[in-house]
């Protein structure tokens, strides 16, 4: 849905991260609002396992709309690179990793959001202190409500949905 950038936020003089929609889906408006959706889903998400939004906003490009996220940047890896790189990991390890995700989790879910998308590639690890932070909201729902989902499509990685995603029940 997007592509994510390292940048500098000049006027607070830190390194962030800043995800911008592909171009030809930021003058869809089913795709803007789906990435309003992820921004807002972020801001109201206190926790330190997962990546905190600076900003959100649209700006007028060469090529239309573009819509853009500024973030925390995590310097570190995904879940997925160091898996693939490192293989299987020491207990201790993986323990510190879910049980950051766990938490992160339990934060979004007491604030009627669910991600629908919780895989390797959506972990960063940070590479200095070990700790792990989800990130990409794009596709999350608050529970209970109406979206930009129709009926009967089952959004995420199909490897890694839960049974209550790929059986069309509610989250």
């Known amino acids: 849905m997007g592509e994510v950038w390292k940048g500098t936020d000049t006027r607070l003089g830190r390194t962030v991260a800043i995800k911008i929609l592909h171009a030809g889906l930021s003058n869809s ?9 992820e921004a807002r889903a972020v801001a109201a998400l206190q926790s330190p396992g997962i990546v905190a939004l600076y900003d959100y906003g649209e700006e007028e490009g060469d090529d239309g709309l573009i819509s853009y996220l500024v973030m925390e940047l995590v310097r570190g890896r995904s879940l997925a690179e160091i898996l693939r790189d490192r293989g299987p990991l020491p207990p ?33 690890v940070d590479e200095e202190t070990g700790a792990a932070k989800i990130v990409d909201f794009g596709i999350s729902a608050a529970r209970g409500a109406s979206g930009l989902t129709e009926t009967g499509t089952v959004m995420g990685t199909l490897a890694y949905a839960s049974p209550e995603q790929l059986n069309g029940a509610e989250l």
């Open 92 to 124: 201790a390890e993986v323990m510190q990793i879910v049980a950051a995700a766990a938490d992160a989790l339990e934060t979004a879910h007491r604030h009627d959001i669910i991600h629908r998308d919780i895989k390797p590639a959506n972990l960063l």
């Open 29 to 37: 408006d089913k795709f803007r609002a789906r990435f309003q959706l």
